[in-house]
């Protein structure tokens, strides 16, 4: 900055709905806009597309009936019910509007992925969207991705946990986790819990608190199991030697963080885009074995598979035989092009070199920029 005074410079890069709601009152201070929507470019795509072409499904229509994605670069069909529900459902039509607008505004958009996994998906992101697509992850290995906590204080002593799987042989451990937001009713603990007791192997199963933990608890004891109730230090647990498989509910985070770690993937998606990155891990990248969820979870259902279902997918992810053994080669190589792009020189690298490029060529042209954090 030389002799000039200091020029703060602030980075405005909030989830869509957020900046949809700055975008009424203090804007006219921000030149610089960056949306962060926490998912890949992939999914990205399609919500754009569902947007663009009217592909919502709404209340009444048949969830059965498959749609063709019309900007996906590979040509995608997704049964509707497959497809997130638009926020109007919950009456909120003036905030997604706003953060509509607000997004198509955005000078660029910051995602959490890199560019190896899906290339050809960001690239038609950027085509549909006329504005530059960031690829600066995955975020979970800064600090060289050995963080205990993402999100919240874990709720099991990190050590405790690593000892546990110490003690246990290379790939030899399923972790089954449904993220922040998934609810776990008995009944579906209980189908899970059989199918894991089933397969023999063992298991580390996170549950929220108060969601049937005392059923889950008493039912693993005498098993292999580590029950943890709360807060996991998940991208530790998924990095370890001893785990072999990863049942998820397919949120972007968990999703990268189990390419990240090389471990392949039993897919349950519950709800939102959750699906659509099913598709990406199980279709594209072919690291992935569906459990076979068919609906979204809405409030009054609770989807179902069953016990028998379950074990087959977790089978084939552990074992599985030539085409097992092709998934875990599949998704280690994943995993190695994750932590080149976040290398010096990588791709992630390249990207956020050239993000903090293109905001010092803002701040140059005299434009005063506003930093905000999600
Ligand atoms: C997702 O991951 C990012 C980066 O690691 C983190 O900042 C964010 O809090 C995570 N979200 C959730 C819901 O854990
Ligand atoms: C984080 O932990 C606090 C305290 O245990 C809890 O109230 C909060 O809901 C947790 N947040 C998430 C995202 O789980
Ligand atoms: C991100 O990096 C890739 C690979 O180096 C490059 O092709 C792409 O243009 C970069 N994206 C941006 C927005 O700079």
Redesign the pocket.
Known sequence: MGEQSPITVYILCFGPFLLGLLSTSSINIVTLRLVFHGMCCYSLVVIESMHRHGLWVTVGEPEEETVVIPDMPCGLEMKRGHLPSPWSLAGLVDFEGRAAKAEAEAD?VVVNSF?ELE?QFTEAY?KLMGK????VGPLSLCEGGVQAERGNKSSIDKDKCLSWLDSHEPRSVVYVCFGTIAWLGLQKAMEIGEALKGSGRPVVWVIKPGETESWVSQFGEGLDWLVIVGWAPQVAILSHKAVGGFVTHCGWNSTLEGLCAGVPMVTWPHFAEQFINERLVVDVLKVGVRVGIEVQVRWEREMLVGREEIGLAVERVMGGGEEGEERRRRVREVGEMAKKAMEVGG?SY??TT??FEDVKGYVKKGNVVVENGL
Do not use: F, H, M
Request: zero cysteines.
């Open positions: 660029g560019d290339a950027e530059k697509a960031y690829n791709s390249v990207n050239r993000l």
